[in-house]
């Protein structure tokens, strides 16, 4: 019964989310849902079963993913996922991850939406703004002299994998200063308070944080180690005054040793990387068998049109939309394009129409 209430509960939240068009779109509600049906599989129980089908259905119902994450006051998918992992804990080896690349020869060496100003030991404070992604930039905009890095941090897993790497491979900074808005389900704030009081567990778990999915992938314990040892994170979690943080930031700066003894002890880490992907041109581009598309913007009509024809330039059906997205999709959807790279090309073919309706530029179509 107990099992029964609990899945009940969890149910409950996602059809809530999945009510919601933001939530549709949402990477954070694609990732619940991806998680619970690895996991799901394994139990095997007659309830877990049930809400399987039901997570199968809701993937099918979600839209092209918009955002990683809205930062929501109460997000449906964490809650959820919440209490999914505190019923089942013993399904966490089974969720998924995701992954980011780390840039070499450059700080911060892994990229994401920040304000960097390292000016050497004179900065020695990053900042988290958590969701609260306009306060990173009224931050950056003030530019206090104390405020080595600045940016948001909106999920507990990654995010926070992001902050240990670029943390730790800076000396200079000293102190992590946490303040905006923590939002409900993900509570990074929370969790990286959390993680520098308790550190992580065998599973890279941040140990005590009430966060969705606090699991750790992209970095390691002695990562983890060196981060905690380097700063002290600082709580003003809900604060949005950009004055009052400021002041904070001055604080802590006078607080900072300066010696040479005390940046000693400090030493760039080297850090675990993933495989980094120079693109290149194909050697060969494959033809679509499903044929050709041609692409004509109206701008009196503020519509696209696209042409699509066999290789024997036979006209097999006029495809008409008011923008990008709703054309490719009506295309992928009926399966009249077979290549990815057909499908890229097309993607951004169209999306260059659009542009050209919107501002009124003259559009030519590339070749494939």
Not at 63 to 75: M, N, P, R, S, T
Not at 207 to 229: D, H, M
Not at 304 to 315: A, C, K, P, Q
Request: overall charge negative.
């Amino acid at each position: 019964m107990a099992e029964k209430n609990m899945i009940d509960s969890i149910q409950s939240e996602l059809k809530k989310g999945m009510s919601l068009a933001k939530c549709r779109k949402c990477g954070c509600m694609k990732e619940t849902l991806e998680n619970l049906r690895s996991s799901l599989h394994p139990l095997q129980t007659n309830g877990s079963l049930d809400m399987l089908k039901n997570v199968e259905s809701w993937i099918a119902q979600m839209e092209q993913i918009k955002y990683a994450c809205l930062g929501c006051e109460h997000c449906f998918g964490a809650a959820a996922m919440n209490m999914f992992n505190e019923a089942f804990p013993e399904t966490s080896k089974t969720q998924l991850s995701y992954s980011f690349e780390v840039g070499e020869q450059t700080w911060p060496p892994v990229p994401g939406e920040y304000f960097a100003f390292c000016d050497g030991r004179t900065c020695p404070v990053a900042v988290s703004t958590l969701a609260s992604v306009e306060l990173a930039k009224a931050l950056a905009d003030n530019r206090p002299t104390e405020l080595c890095i600045v940016g948001k941090t909106e999920t507990e897993n990654i995010g926070i994998d992001k902050i240990i790497k670029n943390t730790i491979t800076n000396p200079t900074i000293r102190y992590l200063l946490v303040a905006g808005k923590d939002s409900n389900g993900h509570f990074s704030g929370k969790t990286l308070l959390a993680l520098w009081e308790n550190g992580v567990d065998e599973h890279m778990r941040v140990i005590g944080s009430p966060g969705k999915r606090p699991v750790l992938r992209n970095v390691t314990f002695e990562e983890v180690e060196a981060f905690r040892k380097q700063v002290q994170v600082v709580d003003m979690i809900g604060c949005e005054d950009v004055e009052k943080i400021v002041e904070k930031l001055r604080e802590l700066s006078l607080g900072t040793c300066s010696c040479e003894e005390c940046a000693e002890n400090i030493k760039p880490v080297q850090i675990s990387t993933a495989p980094v992907i120079q693109a290149k041109e194909p050697a060969k581009v494959e033809m679509d068998r499903a044929g050709y598309f041609v692409i004509i913007p109206q701008h009196d009509k503020e519509i696209i049109t696209v042409e699509h024809y066999s290789y024997d330039n036979r006209l097999l059906r006029v495809i008409e939309g008011k923008n990008a997205r709703s054309i490719y999709w009506t295309i992928v959807e009926n399966c009249w394009i077979t290549e990815l790279s057909h499908a890229a090309y097309l993607g951004k073919e169209l999306a260059k129409a659009e542009i050209s309706i919107k501002f009124g530029l003259e559009y030519s179509q590339d070749g494939a």
